[in-house]
């Protein structure tokens, strides 16, 4: 029914193959079987632990980040909502939420009082929950592009997606405009657009 | 707050959204103006990647090969505790909502009910609204029927719909659905996964305010895949859902839920 075909569609770009391998492996994972859960860490876990790595930047808390990802993953995964986004997507948004929590833990420390109000300014990366993998190549277009931003482009990007630094704390320790944050901010991820889509940068 | 807020303003901040960097009043704000703007949805699925992306650009590093052991050892561990036991269900909002419906299954309603399924539809619905005393009660029960062709498109276009996920329960974990829901035009319910029917059951959708479950009516049997489709004509008076769930009922439907609960999902 066509119907259904633009309900698939709209949670399904990317590479759909892939992300029912994941899905039926979640299924296994639900069913109780750990070598599922070993498929699973074999196909991402590279991928997690660098992105783990490069918040956190301490191998032993980047492993850390990963057990409990993983631990979550085996113990929700008859919960997992097909509907609301890939497996992978879920992956990549703990992984990313649980490092970011724990950089902000260790900041927050020494100004406790203020925990409660930087928690609710910070990101959410569970607005990525329905991301599809893109290719190495692109990866690695983007990776190259991210480099080869003017610092003052590069490094508010780093500082909210890395970091988790909302746009004003941003403002605040680079001392800039916050209206300038945001527009260089825009300027980054939409020259990283491009790269992604294979054109000069 | 989305008065702060207008559409080229949200427009500008779709890209910071898409790639999760987005964080206060300005992503609450983009995403209720998402639900409501197809062009800025479009827009926005675009910069999807983008997110993708900026997770994989970083350095690959091999994780140490111990920690694969390690955590397939815990998962052992945990199979004969943890996923052995239920959950709680205060875990969240939706969750308890399910359980309400559960524990509304008082046996002696469901006698009473039992009983008056002889004596006939309007017997049924004058019951109804003596046993409940509610008047939004009143339409719970009208089976409705399945609506013109154009009634999906007329659902999805409508400028107050809203999505809402639903995930499977225990007794059917793989299924998943979509609700989307305007109070003017009615809802289509799509789901995935559903178990087949037993003869003479029905699955029954309802909408939960608060603590109480409203028949939205009765879905179309799932097909051989366990998918559907049912597009059904909801009650302007409709309370506005907390939840949404999914039962399994006798044929013709129930007043209250009696049967198992297939699918949940909170409408915030």
């Known amino acids: ?201 | 707050m989305s008065d702060l807020f207008d559409h080229d303003a949200l427009r500008a901040l779709i890209p910071l959204h898409a790639a999760g960097v987005l964080s206060g009043s300005e992503r609450t704000a983009v995403e209720s103006h998402l639900a409501a703007c197809a062009e800025c949805a479009a827009e926005h699925r675009a910069h999807r990647p983008l997110a993708a992306a900026l997770s994989q650009a970083v350095p690959q590093v091999d994780p140490p090969a111990a920690l694969r052991e390690s955590i397939l050892a815990a998962a052992r561990r945990d199979r004969s505790t943890a996923r052995a036991t239920p959950r709680p269900v205060s875990f969240a909002p939706w969750l308890a909502a399910a359980a309400m419906l559960l524990v509304s299954v008082g046996l002696g309603l469901y006698v009473r009910m039992l009983h008056e399924r002889i004596q006939g539809l309007e017997g049924e619905l004058r019951e109804a609204i003596a046993l409940v005393n509610d008047s939004q009660q009143r339409v719970a029960v009208a089976v409705r029927a399945a609506v013109d062709a154009q009634a999906p498109l007329a659902v999805l276009t409508a400028p107050d719909v809203r999505q809402i996920n639903l995930a499977g329960q225990k007794v059917a974990p793989a299924a998943s659905a979509r609700a989307f829901w305007s109070r003017s035009r009615g809802v289509v319910f799509t789901a995935a996964n559903l178990p087949a029917l037993p003869t003479g059951r029905v699955y029954q959708l309802w909408f939960i305010a608060g603590k109480t479950p409203v028949s939205a009516g009765l879905l179309t049997a799932p097909d051989a895949r366990g998918g559907m489709t049912t597009t059904l004509a909801t009650p302007t008076d409709l309370p506005s859902p907390d939840a949404l769930a999914v039962s399994i009922e006798p044929e013709g439907g129930v007043l209250q839920p009696t049967g198992d609960i297939y699918l949940v999902g909170a409408a915030h």
């Open chain 1, 1 to 201: 029914m066509w119907l259904l075909a633009v309900l698939d569609h709209r949670s399904d770009f990317g590479d759909p193959a892939r992300a029912d391998a994941d899905r039926r492996t979640v299924r296994r994972m639900a069913s109780g079987d750990d070598g599922a859960l070993a498929d699973l860490y074999d196909r991402h876990a590279r991928m997690l632990f660098s992105l783990a790595l490069r918040i956190v930047r301490e191998p032993s808390e980047a492993e850390d980040v990963l057990q409990e990802v993983f631990s979550q993953a085996w113990r929700q995964a008859d919960r997992f909502d097909n509907a609301r986004g890939t497996v992978v997507g879920w992956l990549v948004t703990v992984t990313r939420s649980r490092a970011l929590d724990r950089l902000r833990r260790k900041r927050s420390r020494p100004e406790a009082p203020h925990g409660d109000q930087v928690a609710t300014e910070m990101v959410d990366p569970s607005a990525s929950i329905d991301l599809q993998l893109v290719t190495t190549e692109q990866a690695e277009r983007v990776r190259v592009a991210l480099a080869a931003l003017p610092d003052d482009q590069r490094v508010p990007l780093e500082l909210a997606y890395y970091e988790g630094l909302s746009q004003s704390e941003i403002a605040a320790t680079l001392t800039v405009p916050l209206g300038t944050i945001k527009t260089r901010m825009r300027q980054a991820l939409r020259r990283l657009r491009d790269a992604l889509a294979g054109e000069a940068v």
